[in-house]
């Protein structure tokens, strides 16, 4: 599933980057970027691969080859499209990431009660999981030019916030399927957990680092 759908992902991104490049308009170049991140995903699901990894893949692949590239000389979008395309997109996130929290609010009425023992579970395992993904990744890049710092990786750790992908993975799911509600609610206190406490604690975790002191940014030297 995992292989699949960045196959898919990589395919249709490149795809969309070699039509955007035939055409000067935005508009057209913008709804190339639409139809390779939904249709990868409808794609990837249809022959059974994971249709989020396939959109990321392809995100991926459209943002550094084509969106975010700077070098006007290899860049298949000219400046204004890319322009367009990056506000567009930035909406999008903007609608859905509300569209989200509205469903999600919707789905928890009536709220059953949360197991805390559960819930606690819960975050242990995302925050475990978070540092699997972090530190043993950098490991990997400690010898080159790209290491980064451990105080570094401490901030990577922590900032790992959970929002809208979470709950829209957790709506996703059948309403017959086993512990829907359970893990539906458990799933939104996961999030909750990690936008109130570990957003409201970031600041006082990079002043304990020592990346800034105050209102004053200390700067880490090449």
């Known amino acids: ?17 070699a039509l955007a490049g035939r055409t000067s308009d935005h508009l057209v170049q913008a709804t190339l970027t639409a139809v390779a991140a939904y249709g990868s995903f409808l794609l990837a699901e249809n022959l059974h691969f994971s249709g989020v990894l396939a959109t990321v893949a392809a995100g991926l692949l459209m ?3 084509g969106v975010l590239r700077e070098d006007e000389n290899l860049n298949v979008f000219s400046a204004g499209a890319r322009s ?34 559960a819930l606690l579970v819960a975050i242990g395992l995302v925050l475990a999981g978070r540092a699997l993904s972090v530190y043993p990744v950098c490991l990997f890049f400690r010898p080159s030019t790209w290491a980064i710092p451990l105080r570094e990786q401490h901030v990577l750790w922590w900032g790992g916030l959970r929002g809208a992908l ?11 399927f086993p ?18 406490a570990q957003g409201l ?20 030297q090449p």
């Open 166 to 176: 979470a709950l829209a993975l957790a709506l996703a799911l059948p309403p017959s």
């Open 84 to 117: 367009f395309v990056i506000d567009l997109w930035e909406f999008g996130a903007f609608i859905a990431n509300s569209l989200i929290f509205l469903l999600i609010g919707l789905s928890l009425v009536p709220l059953i009660r949360v197991d805390a023992r």
């Open 201 to 220: 604690t970031m600041p006082l975790l990079m002043r304990k680092l020592k990346f800034y002191d105050g209102n004053k940014v200390i700067r880490r």
């Open 179 to 196: 512990l829907f509600n359970e893990i539906l609610a458990t799933a939104f206190g996961v999030v909750v957990f990690s936008v109130v």
């Open 63 to 65: 943002g550094n080859l």
């Open 1 to 17: 599933m995992t292989g699949g759908g960045i196959l898919v992902g990589v395919t249709c991104g490149a795809a969309a980057v």
